[in-house]
Structures are given as structure tokens and as C-alpha cells.
């Protein structure tokens, strides 16, 4: 899928959320830049960082989210 396609489905999606959902996405998308620049600055300081799923969070109406956690590796002699 193309970026401007990802962009348009985005767009599309969020014309059907209510305030609450479109207030949380917004918080999700910052939180996940802030998440990938820590990633990048660990990446540029020596190490390698593997984002892995460790459970998933349920809530009622079949809805779900990933949660993470971070395996990070120092390679030897750096």
C-alpha cells in the first residue's frame, strides 16, 4: 500500500470515530513517534532493539490491542 494510500484509509477511517477514538489515535500516533525516536537513538548509541508482542489487551466487543515489549541486544566488544 502506498504512503498516500495508507494516508487516504486514515483519513477515511477517522471520518468514522467518535471524539474519544479520534483523541486516542492522535495519542497513539504521537506516543509511537516518540516510541521510534528512543528505538533510533538506542540504535545510534549501540544497541539493537526488537520490539516483540508480549500479551494482548481485550476489551468488550471483540476489540484488541498489542502490547510490547523491548528486547534489547549490546553487541560485544561496543
Sequence with gaps: MTRTRVKE????????MND?????????????????QAVMRAVEAGLSVELQRTARHHAEGGYWGDLLMPIVV?????
Design 9 to 16: 484509509r486514515t483519513e477515511e477511517l477517522t471520518t468514522e
Design 74 to 78: 549490546k553487541q560485544k566488544g561496543a
Design 20 to 36: 474519544d477514538q479520534k483523541s486516542a489515535i492522535r495519542m497513539l500516533a504521537n506516543d509511537l513517534h516518540r516510541l521510534n
